[in-house]
């Protein structure tokens, strides 16, 4: 059964629209600033969403918000916004800060006097993105977020296409949404993989990371939900592979073994030759370790005339969004026939066999993979095909 | 949907470690819980529970959630009888949490409260991330499938084993290993006093059925081993999951199983379960109160359905009475009054 997409919403600091995002990459745009959402003594530039004004819920629960409204786009670019009414819907949402109860404030008080506000709790309890969702939208069926660290979003998106395929649901809504959070900032910083500087993914002066956020959330859909309805799809998710290392808590296995078998699994599902794969959007987290293990692993995989990006300079690492966003920019290059370079790649690493594009490239509007690695050993791969737009019967 | 066949479970609670022991904790009933320094009563699973040193070598590191969870699956395994080896290649894992590590989350704000942002502990934040537990469990047993964290505050477990299920049902791999975990640490337990009722004689009395339920807090985890293999049941399977709000129960269930946790609001709407020829069980006093309490529930109703004995308030071995139990139902709600109902058969 092939799965498809009908709708994109995508919400980072490269672009709060498809449209913005793309002339963003074209114009090869870094929107980086000093964190501006809370006060922090950490130096690493930050990609955040700024002016984002869309308040479904309180303002503080971010990452819900970003969620419902890349969810909001998604619905409306798949012509069903105010139509879920009576069919069954999964939401199948990532994220990472989402999913913590960690206010600082709150805490600070209750570690003090032994009792703080509720309001904080309250607001924790209300914001799990897919319980949350499916209230929002006033819609039943499967619910799942996903909190696979940093390859949340791109499970996410595997998960609803099962759910799809069993039977579970007719139309799945997945992706990944998280907020700027003062925890991971300090988290990362204490594993000493922020960077100080533009993160250079692949880079051979690479220095870490920096941290963005924003939400990517896709509407799927089977074949017989699609003809039903008579929508042209964007693109079909044909192929989701998952594997963990088994290694380590946060370091990947050094020869990319889960990232290889993740990678595999999704081309054997989607029944597509590793040289039908017109381009790859890499995690490329800009950190020694992950660039090296996927460097390694996607040219043994691709060869050395792959061509292969990371997006995280437009957008820094979104950590659960992450997933949603490069799924949906991976359908936005199929549809324009290019991808943007590889923002912050200069200098080829001499231990890694492979280099990204350093302009931008055009593609073949075939077949893209997309990336994910996270803590825990997670690593997650999908295969998306461009659809054009005589739908699925075609 | 297919049926999920039960070749191993494994549950640690304050009860103890193993299915045996949880049985055992069924058949005794109610037991005082235990009482926290600030005087709250919870149900807390020992530190002698959590310290085998065999199972948790790779695991010396791990916090209480991760242990549990580890030992938990591993003994859901070992129950199966399968040996590790065996398995590891052909097994996914999804962990699913109400709450995940919180204890260890609130420790990672100490640091940044007593040492500054900049000098927090890395090993502390890679322990604070929601799928740390998952990692150790794959890492330890050496399950080298996919692994998944998930979250819910109310209905984690049913959402799994809905995953669970799509899995095996494409062929990902041959099992999965589901379960799930919740800690209970001391700032929980005071947010527990805030948010809910608390039986300050420690009594939850879930037969009550009552529009403002009382609970004692609990932590845990709970695994169960599946597959589509009819020869692989230990245990009864997994035969459906309903979430639909239009739902009313299968009427074929000889026993429903209620999940009267005193933690989701009016427990009212269970009295549509019980009376005349229906029969209700519920065992939340025996782990406590836990959000993700309906896997505990799923594994007594396992229980109910192989050893063929009614637990609880009327322990009666059924194998010497007229009527087979065949069919279990284990239903859920949530803060809205949401049922989710989990079927188990023979």
Known sequence: MKIYVTGVGLISAAGKTCAETLESFKAGERRTSAVSLFSTQIKSPAYEVKNFSRHYFPEKLRTLNLCLAAIEDALTDAGLKNKLQGKRIGIAMGTTVGSILNDLDFYRVYREKGKSSMESVDRYLQGNLASAAHAFLKTEGPSMTVVNACASGTDAIGIAMSWIKSGLCDIAIAGGSDEMNRVPLCGFGSLGILSESLCAPFDKNRTGLNLGEGAGALVLEGETSLQKRAHAPRAAVRGYGTCNDAHHLTSPDPQGIGLEKAITSALHEARVQPSEISFINAHGTGTQDNDLVEGFVLNKLFGPNIKFLSTKGYTGHALGAAGGLEAGFCILALESGWIPQSAGFKNKDPQIPIAPVTKVTPVKKSFAVSTSLGFGGCNAALVIEFADKAGPSS | ?346
């Open chain 2, 1 to 346: 949907m297919k049926p999920l066949f039960i070749s191993g479970i494994g549950v640690i609670s304050a009860r103890g470690r193993g299915i045996e022991k949880f049985e055992a904790a069924l058949k005794q009933g109610w037991i005082a819980p235990s009482l926290s320094q600030a005087g709250r009563p919870a149900y807390r699973i020992s530190n002698d529970d959590l310290s085998d040193s065999d199972v948790l070598k790779t695991a010396k590191r791990a916090d209480r959630f991760s242990k549990a969870t580890l030992l938990a699956a591993y003994d859901a395994v070992k129950d199966s009888g399968a040996a590790l080896k065996d398995i590891q290649e052909s097994t996914g894992a999804i962990v699913a949490t109400a709450l995940g590590s919180h204890s260890t989350i609130f420790k990672f704000l100490d640091g940044i409260l007593d040492y500054g942002e900049k000098s927090v502990s890395p090993t502390t934040f890679a322990h604070s991330i929601h799928n740390a537990a998952t990692s150790y469990l794959t890492s330890a047993l050496g399950c080298k499938g996919p692994a998944i964290t998930v979250t819910d505050f109310y209905f984690p477990f049913q959402h799994a084993l809905m995953l669970a299920y799509a899995w095996l049902n494409e062929e990902r791999f041959r099992h999965v290993l589901v379960g799930v975990s919740d800690e209970c640490s001391s700032a929980m337990d005071y947010i527990f006093e805030e948010k809910f009722q608390i039986a300050s004689d420690g009594k939850m009395n879930p037969h009550a059925f009552s529009e403002n339920p009382k609970t004692v807090p609990g932590e845990g985890s709970a695994f169960f081993l599946l597959s589509l293999n009819p020869a692989e049941k230990k245990y009864g399977a997994f035969s459906a999951v309903e979430t639909s709000q239009a739902f009313k129960g299968w009427s074929e269930a000889d026993i429903s199983v209620v999940g009267t946790n005193g933690m989701g609001g009016s427990e009212k709407m269970y009295e549509q379960f019980s009376g005349k020829g229906k029969s209700v069980a519920a065992f939340s006093d025996i782990y406590g109160g836990m959000m993700a309490s309906s896997a505990f529930d799923c594994a007594a109703a396992a229980l109910i359905l192989k050893k063929q004995r009614s637990y609880g308030v009327s322990d009666i071995d059924i194998k010497k009475s007229e009527k087979a139990v065949n069919t279990v139902q284990c239903i859920s709600h949530n803060n809205l009054g949401e049922l989710v109902f989990v079927k188990l058969i023979k």
